[in-house]
């Protein structure tokens, strides 16, 4: 469900993200050790900003932006943190990136600034909001250059858990004119348990004694034509 930034600030200000683990999401870091991750990197919704840190340390060019002040924040210490000053971060609109000429060209679509694109949960927070949805998606097509690849790690509503868990159907109607869906799987992704999702429908996942949990989740490869 799409949300201000006032109630992202306040999940990271208040750290009662269940996503913010304290390390890359396992998914991701096998999708880069697997070859899936080429060129210039956007990660849109970057959050705590564990994969633009491990990409950056990698050696990739990347840029992680949100749409909350306070999760970029979060990210820029948590990079020092890690030793990863140089890890690059802004706020930013994902369902308007077109607007932006060092990431879309101008006019908007002309020269689109990234290869791969690795959306971490980021997807999923739209749900069945189509005008959202459809937005995003363009704004996805109007920076990833053509032939560049669009990761997707999105909650899966195929079990129980936690967040806004959508269907493979979704994501395969979304992605259509424009793109090409060369693969969606099942995969996992790990979070953590805390107050915004406690009330949840929770009780049947395996939590760790640490409260991590791996809910089901889909993972999309999409190649922008």
Same mark, same amino acid.
């Given at each position: 469900?799409?949300?201000?930034? /006032?109630?992202?600030?306040? %999940?990271?200000?208040?750290?009662?993200?269940?996503?913010?683990?304290?390390? &890359?999401?396992?998914?991701?870091?096998?999708?880069?050790?697997?070859?899936?991750?080429?060129?210039?990197? +956007?990660?849109?919704?970057?959050?705590?900003?564990?994969?633009?840190?491990?990409?950056?340390?990698?050696?990739?060019?990347?840029?992680?932006?949100?749409? !909350? &002040?306070?999760?970029? =924040?979060?990210?820029?210490? $948590?990079?020092?943190?890690?030793?990863?000053? $140089?890890?690059?971060?802004?706020?930013? /609109?994902?369902?308007? +990136?077109?607007?932006? &000429?060092?990431?879309?060209?101008?006019? &908007?679509?002309?020269?689109?600034?990234?290869?791969?694109?690795?959306?971490?949960? @980021?997807?999923?927070?739209?749900?069945?909001?189509?005008? =959202?949805?459809?937005?995003?998606?363009?704004? +996805?097509?109007?920076?990833?250059?053509?032939?560049?690849?669009?990761?997707?790690?999105? +909650? !899966?509503?195929?079990?129980?858990?936690?967040?806004?868990?959508?269907?493979?159907?979704?994501?395969?109607?979304?992605?259509?004119?424009?793109?090409?869906?060369?693969? @969606?799987?099942?995969?996992?992704?790990?979070?953590?348990?805390?107050?915004?999702? =406690?009330?949840?429908?929770?009780? /049947?996942?395996? %939590?760790?004694? !640490?409260?991590?949990?791996?809910?089901?989740?889909? @993972?999309?490869?999409?190649?922008? @034509?």
């Amino acid at each position: 469900m799409t949300r201000p930034a /006032d109630f992202w600030n306040t %999940v990271y200000d208040n750290d009662t993200a269940p996503w913010v683990i304290g390390e &890359p999401q396992p998914a991701i870091v096998a999708l880069e050790r697997a070859g899936g991750i080429t060129g210039r990197v +956007l990660d849109p919704g970057c959050g705590a900003g564990e994969h633009t840190i491990l990409l950056t340390r990698l050696g990739y060019d990347v840029r992680g932006i949100d749409m !909350s &002040p306070s999760a970029v =924040a979060y990210a820029r210490a $948590n990079a020092a943190e890690q030793g990863v000053p $140089n890890a690059a971060f802004e706020v930013a /609109d994902a369902l308007a +990136l077109g607007d932006r &000429p060092d990431f879309a060209g101008d006019p &908007p679509g002309s020269a689109p600034a990234f290869d791969t694109i690795v959306d971490s949960a @980021l997807f999923h927070v739209f749900g069945t909001e189509d005008e =959202a949805r459809a937005a995003y998606v363009r704004s +996805l097509h109007a920076v990833c250059k053509p032939g560049g690849t669009v990761h997707v790690l999105a +909650l !899966s509503d195929v079990e129980p858990g936690f967040g806004p868990r959508i269907s493979d159907t979704l994501i395969r109607d979304s992605f259509r004119d424009g793109w090409a869906l060369e693969e @969606l799987r099942p995969a996992r992704y790990r979070g953590r348990i805390t107050d915004l999702v =406690a009330q949840e429908d929770t009780q /049947d996942l395996d %939590v760790s004694a !640490s409260g991590r949990v791996d809910a089901a989740a889909w @993972l999309a490869r999409i190649r922008r @034509l």
